[in-house]
């Protein structure tokens, strides 16, 4: 069974850069892709980004392209959210979801999820 634990939220000023961690574990296929979301209050989910079990594919959202950063660490079979610049708007639940048996990350992929993890809080405010 796929388990997926977020963390590393918190409050935050505005300006600084947060690092969301997702460790991921249970996968029963030899792909899968991993991806970043955000709900904040109010408003519907989000897609932000995704990474592939590799790494070596990436996608990014274009509303938050060139801020946010994804990554992993195979060993640690984590996978990791830089965000940069963080925004009064940037807050809300951020949520790392899995899918199986796609090699490469997309838009299309993102939509495409299956497991999900319970979030962590991000608040952005002085």
């Known amino acids: 069974q796929v388990q997926l634990v977020e963390s590393g939220g918190g409050l935050v000023q505005p300006g600084v850069s947060l690092t969301l961690s997702c460790v991921a574990s249970?996968?029963?296929?030899?792909?899968?892709?991993i991806g970043w979301f955000r709900r904040a209050p109010g408003m519907e989910r989000e897609g932000l980004s995704c990474?592939?079990?590799?790494?070596?594919?990436?996608y990014y959202a274009d509303s938050e392209k060139g801020r946010f950063t994804v990554f992993r660490d195979s060993v640690k079979n984590t996978v990791y959210l830089q965000m940069d610049s963080l925004k009064p708007e940037d807050t809300a639940v951020y949520y790392c979801?899995?899918?199986?048996?796609?090699?490469?990350?997309?838009?299309?992929?993102?939509?495409?999820?299956?497991?999900w993890g319970k979030g962590t809080a991000v608040t952005v405010s002085t």
């Open positions: 979801a899995a899918t199986e048996d796609h090699y490469y990350c997309s838009g299309d992929v993102m939509g495409k999820m299956v497991y």
């Open positions: 990474i592939s079990r590799t790494g070596d594919s990436t």
């Open positions: 249970g996968f029963s296929s030899k792909y899968y892709v």
